[in-house]
């Protein structure tokens, strides 16, 4: 009897969390709406269930840190490490201290972790610089580290804005995509 090779499946998510921009004096013309359509918890985590992988890396910030991880808990996964992307700028809301940084949650099905390549295990570290270039756009040095340390699992990127090649994307920012069709 031979043993069938399952597909390994890693999901890469930046869900639009629910938040709302504050209006400034000197921006007279903005609107408290992102540029975006933003979610609640419930239809993230379901999109995240409808799209099960082996490996999951979520996007976060300090609003959300805590439900993302128990988010990921509810869906089966274990977390392995918060990776932190300094911005090298930021925001700063209320004027007060800019918040230069997001979380790239690593999470991973029990017995899948160490299904990566072996030659890059121990490369990599919990910091990602690279400074940030339009709202919402992640680093590309984030696709990099994925892209080597899993080079042989299908790579579903939920919530894309662009298309990478060698990934299937998901969003409804592509192509007038809608959510339903994210979670098929």
Same mark, same amino acid.
């Given at each position: 009897?031979?043993?069938?090779?399952?597909?390994?499946?890693?999901?890469?998510?930046? &869900?639009?969390?629910?938040?709302?921009?504050?209006?400034?004096?000197?921006? &007279?013309?903005?609107?408290?709406?992102?540029?975006?359509?933003?979610?609640?918890?419930?239809?993230?985590?379901?999109?995240?269930?409808?799209?099960?992988?082996?490996?999951?890396?979520?996007?976060?910030?300090?609003?959300?840190?805590?439900?993302?991880?128990?988010?990921?808990?509810?869906?089966?996964?274990?977390?392995?490490a918060r990776i932190i992307w300094d911005k090298e700028n930021g925001i700063a809301p209320a004027f007060t201290?800019?918040?230069?940084?997001?979380?790239?949650?690593?999470?991973?099905?029990?017995?899948?972790?160490?299904?990566?390549?072996?030659?890059?295990?121990?490369?990599?570290?919990?910091?990602?610089?690279?400074?940030?270039?339009?709202?919402?756009?992640? &680093?590309?040095?984030?696709?990099?580290?994925?892209?080597?340390?899993? &080079?042989?699992?299908?790579?579903?990127?939920?919530?894309?804005?662009?298309?990478?090649?060698?990934?299937?994307?998901?969003?409804?920012?592509?192509?007038?995509?809608?959510?339903?069709?994210?979670?098929?």
């Amino acid at each position: 009897m031979t043993k069938r090779l399952e597909q390994k499946r890693l999901i890469y998510a930046d &869900p639009p969390w629910k938040l709302e921009k504050s209006i400034r004096k000197s921006r &007279p013309n903005q609107t408290k709406k992102l540029d975006y359509d933003t979610i609640s918890l419930d239809e993230i985590k379901q999109i995240l269930k409808d799209n099960d992988g082996d490996i999951l890396f979520m996007w976060t910030i300090d609003k959300y840190l805590f439900d993302a991880e128990q988010m990921g808990k509810d869906l089966g996964y274990n977390l392995h490490a918060r990776i932190i992307w300094d911005k090298e700028n930021g925001i700063a809301p209320a004027f007060t201290i800019r918040f230069t940084h997001e979380y790239l949650l690593f999470f991973f099905k029990t017995g899948r972790i160490r299904d990566m390549d072996k030659n890059m295990r121990g490369k990599f570290t919990t910091v990602i610089r690279e400074k940030s270039t339009k709202h919402s756009k992640k &680093p590309i040095k984030a696709y990099e580290m994925i892209e080597a340390l899993y &080079p042989n699992h299908e790579k579903i990127e939920l919530f894309a804005r662009n298309r990478r090649n060698g990934w299937v994307s998901k969003g409804n920012q592509l192509d007038n995509q809608t959510l339903l069709e994210i979670t098929q």
